[in-house]
């Protein structure tokens, strides 16, 4: 059964520092990989969507990877800013049973 | 604007009176999908949509329904609520299951006393 799981659960970095957030999935056989970002009491917004067959994915300050064969991903946020203080998941729609698996999520605080 | 909705945003009920959760899309989104999201358990996937009349259970489908005789509706029916349903849930949908990113409603929180 597909697991998915994030570390760390929570992290604090001073604002304009570089980050890294990082997940790790069970099983290979995926179609893609999401990461979204979720503000306290609302719901999810995408933020980058890596197929299975790509490497990476760009989106303004966000950058993410996806090694399938190794089972990880990883989301870089560059030049962090307080407006990014946020709950991160990461979801992996499996081709196996078409399920689609969320990670518990990294709570990010940006400090001013 | 392209978006999800749901209703009730917020809802309070009793022990075994049957409740509906609608969601709607106006996205022509071929799929569609519920979620529960509870403290230290994350989300966890209740019912998919592939297309119309087309449903399947995620991982926790015990206690709910689903339908879809719309392609933008998808609503979630509690028969016969139980407190352990008390949870934040959610609607999302994509254009198609394998290649799409999800668009997510902005939940609803159900309290069962």
């Known amino acids: 059964k597909q697991e998915v799981t994030q570390i760390p659960a929570a992290l604090s970095v001073p604002e304009g520092e570089n980050l890294v957030l990082n997940c790790s999935f069970t099983?290979?056989?995926?179609?893609?990989l999401q990461w979204f970002r979720q503000d306290p009491g609302k719901g999810l917004t995408s933020l980058l969507l890596?197929?299975?067959?790509?490497r990476e994915q760009t989106s303004g300050r966000l950058n993410a990877s996806l090694d399938k064969s190794s089972g990880r991903s990883t989301l870089y946020i560059a030049a962090s800013q307080p407006g990014d203080s946020a709950t991160y998941l990461c979801a992996v729609t499996s081709n196996r049973d078409d399920k689609i698996i969320f990670g518990k999520g990294t709570r990010l605080h940006i400090l001013p | 604007e392209a978006q999800v909705t749901q209703n009730p945003r917020y809802l309070i009920t009793v022990t075994g009176k049957k409740l509906t959760v609608t969601c709607s899309q106006n996205m022509n989104h071929e799929y569609m999908s519920w979620y529960r999201q509870d403290p230290g358990l994350g989300l966890r996937q209740i019912y998919y949509s592939m297309n119309v009349e087309v449903t399947d259970k995620g991982d926790v489908p015990e206690g709910y329904k689903v339908s879809r005789k719309e392609k933008r509706n998808f609503p979630l029916i509690l028969e016969s609520p139980s407190p352990n349903q008390t949870s934040l849930y959610f609607c999302?949908?994509?254009?198609?299951?394998?290649?799409?990113?999800?668009?997510f409603g902005p939940g609803t929180r159900l309290t069962v006393t």
């Open positions: 099983d290979s056989a995926i179609y893609n």
């Open positions: 890596i197929q299975s067959s790509q």
């Open positions: 999302a949908s994509s254009l198609s299951f394998q290649g799409s990113e999800q668009y």
